[in-house]
């Protein structure tokens, strides 16, 4: 079991990971009566203070239009209204001044505060979205879309391969670059595919070999399938809270491959993070980790228990911040822990 030198660097950096804790879900909770709202002058002066009170970035809350406009998905592929079977591409009205978010989970210190970036347009913007069902959105050319799959963008050369077609705005942007030789889409749902065959995929403008397959993600997730790409791209879902459940499933097949990213993984991290956290809380502060695992609400329960399975393992003893922040904010401590 992992164990800890009690010390007084220690006792301040456990109680200052916790306060960062506290401190988001009160940011969360003041800026809720903003987002998605249109600002007034009035309310974007309040929505400052909050920023300023948090230390989050609040400069940048104007969004020229032409980072949107100029994106070469935006301006080359042209989406009307259409429905077919149980999905439909619509179009969506921003209304300037609409405070929305623009990427998702930036952090903010060295601890675990953290943010959306979020801000608006000032004028009124378009956007094809890509719904399934009454409420699914799988996909739009949005900031917060594109914004999140920047390094998805820059990474992909040579043979490329992503798992969830959506509107196809990752597969295009990667077609356009000129270290892009081919790209290759898993994709579920044929309402999906056929759609895009029918409205997206004449609009590219590449002659460039794009080949998608029809069929599930996880029976693509093996190591011989994926050897065969030079970049792998994962993103199958729709958010952070469906995304935790698939990215633990594929974490738990154990493939540690140098070539794959996962859409958001830095998000999805996060809930992990505010489980990891106190639980090393509880280790530190020698209370009984049973308790704390029944004190985990049912959705993330199993989270809980495969930190301590994992933490079982471990026979080290942490003695400085440093330590303790490497393993909370450790890309691969994290990933060994839903491979429990
Ligand atoms: C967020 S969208 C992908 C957006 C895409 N990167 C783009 O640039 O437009 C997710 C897509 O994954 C597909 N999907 C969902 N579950 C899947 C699975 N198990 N296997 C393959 N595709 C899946 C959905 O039908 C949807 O088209």
């Known amino acids: 079991m992992i164990r800890f030198e009690r010390n007084t660097e220690l006792d301040i950096a456990m109680k200052n990971l916790i306060i960062s804790m506290i401190d988001v879900n009160d940011y969360l909770t003041n800026i809720l009566d903003y987002t998605e709202r249109v600002l007034t002058p009035k309310m974007e002066k309040k929505l ?170 996880f029976d693509f997730y093996n190591e011989e399938f994926l050897n065969q790409f030079d970049y792998v791209y994962v993103d199958f879902w729709e958010s952070t809270e469906d995304g935790l459940i698939f990215y633990t499933k594929l974490m738990e097949k154990k493939i540690d491959l140098p070539h794959i990213d996962y859409w958001i993984e830095d998000s999805m991290l996060y809930d992990l993070k505010y489980i990891v956290a106190p639980y090393l809380y509880t280790v530190y502060e020698g209370k009984s980790v049973m308790d704390f695992i029944s004190s985990i609400d049912e959705d993330s329960k199993e989270l809980a228990k495969k930190t301590n399975k994992y933490f079982k393992t471990r026979t080290d003893v942490i003695k400085t911040e440093d330590e303790l922040l490497n393993i909370i904010h450790g890309k691969d401590v994290l990933r060994k822990i839903l491979a429990q």
């Open 48 to 217: 400052i203070e909050i920023l300023k009170k948090y230390n989050v970035p609040h400069d940048g809350l104007k969004y020229d239009s032409k980072i949107l406009i100029e994106n070469q998905y935006y301006k080359d592929i042209k989406l009307d209204n259409v429905y077919y079977q149980s999905i439909r591409y619509e179009k969506a009205t921003i209304k300037k001044r609409t405070l929305m978010n623009m990427n998702f989970h930036q952090s903010l210190g060295k601890y675990l505060f953290h943010y959306h970036p979020i801000g608006y347009f000032e004028t009124d913007i378009d956007l094809p979205v890509l719904k399934e069902g009454s409420s699914k959105v799988w996909m739009s050319p949005a900031i917060s879309e594109i914004e999140s799959m920047r390094d998805g963008i820059e990474k992909g050369h040579g043979k490329c391969m992503t798992m969830g077609l959506g509107i196809g705005v990752l597969p295009y942007l990667w077609l356009l670059k000129d270290d892009v030789e081919s790209v290759t889409i898993v994709e579920f749902n044929k309402d999906v595919i056929d759609l895009f065959e029918k409205y997206i995929r004449p609009q590219f403008k590449t002659d460039k070999k794009l080949k998608i397959i029809h069929g599930d993600a």
